[in-house]
């Protein structure tokens, strides 16, 4: 039974891979991680807000009326919410290459060209194997057109593309008027991979307080459709790998998200829940349920399910609309 597959240029014993999280940022639970059979681990991202604090605290500080810049960093988060600085985040790369024998790939998160774009150079001189680039942006200001969002996103990937050797995969939001258009321009742009999708926070409000309320909710099995719905769209139809994050917690739904065309399968919210120790289930439990339907390898099952076997997609996919709006009794 061969449950390989290959991402970003690495050979994975199997697709199941801890997603960027807070798990890899202690080095003996990135152990526990490969102990437990992951093929690779993702870091959680070192966002561009944190470099640009950073170099205007260190402007601050070097200059005699510093104190007139004060103001600019109260938009930005106080670093001490963060697990790491920049320069730790750094370190914390190299010392997770030198704890394990799996493959890291590093995490940025960004989305406007800038000073930060010398970080992804550094992350791969530190040794990281690939590089996952998070584009996550919420267009709030009416001004800015979907077209200015996405060229901004592809001269990113562009730049990021140029300063590295390393593969770079590239995390999308489902957010954009023509997703599979903007996917094909950003196979195009030099992306590696394409990670369906980033989850963004959404806020609450206290009504007692007036207050807006930071909340954090772990995936569900519900959100895998969306997921399985792009990627089976973008399957042979993009050169870039795809990989499937969130909604995914057990090994049908591995089964799924390859069959859909994935090369590769993040979770993240089930290990958080319960632990490390999962990867062993989900892969006993993918390699069990191949052996009973009879499937040979994880290459023969991938993207039989996709939309490149289906003449017109758009028009399958209004015809099950119409069907599930008069499917409830």
């Known amino acids: 039974m061969d449950l390989s597959t290959r991402y970003l240029g690495l050979t994975l014993a199997h697709p199941f891979l801890p997603g ?37 605290d ?17 938009y930005f988060p106080n670093p001490d919410r963060f ?61 800015l057109s979907g077209e200015d969002v996405e060229k901004e996103s592809l001269a990113v990937v562009r730049e990021v593309k140029r300063a590295v050797t390393i593969p770079v995969a590239v995390k999308i939001s489902p957010f954009f008027s023509s997703l599979a258009h903007f996917c094909a321009q950003l196979d195009a742009a030099g992306a590696d991979a394409l990670v369906l999708f980033n ?41 870039a790998d795809l990989a499937v994050t969130g909604g995914v917690h057990t090994a049908l739904d591995g089964v799924k998200s390859v069959m859909a065309g994935a090369h590769a399968v993040q979770v993240v919210s089930a290990l958080l829940r319960q632990g490390p120790d999962l990867l ?6 993918l390699e069990r349920w191949m052996e009973e339907q ?16 289906c003449p017109d997609p758009a028009a399958y996919e209004r015809a099950n609309y119409m069907l599930m709006l008069h499917s409830w009794r």
């Open 199 to 239: 989850r963004f926070y959404q806020p609450d409000i206290d009504v007692e307080h007036l207050q807006v309320r930071e909340t954090l909710h772990l995936s569900s099995a519900s959100e895998l459709p969306l997921r399985l719905r792009w990627v089976a769209a973008l399957s042979g139809n993009v050169r």
């Open 280 to 285: 062993r289930t989900l892969r006993a439990d």
């Open 20 to 56: 960027a999280s807070p798990l890899t940022d202690d080095i003996a639970v990135a152990r526990r991680l490969e102990d437990a059979g992951a093929p690779a681990v993702v870091m959680r991202s070192l966002f561009e807000e944190q470099i640009a604090r950073e170099r205007i």
């Open 58 to 74: 260190a402007y601050v500080h070097a200059h005699r009326y510093g104190e007139s810049f004060a103001e600019a960093l109260t």
């Open 83 to 143: 697990a790491f600085g920049p320069e730790e985040y750094l370190d914390h790369v190299r010392r997770l290459k030198a704890a394990l024998d799996i493959p890291v790939i590093a995490s940025v998160n960004g989305t406007t060209p800038g000073g930060w774009m010398d970080y992804p150079k550094l992350i791969e001189q530190e040794g990281a194997d690939a590089l996952e680039l998070n584009l996550y942006r919420l267009a709030l200001d009416a001004g």
């Open 294 to 309: 009879e499937w040979h390898s994880l290459a023969q099952m991938r993207g039989n399910m996709n939309l490149q076997r």
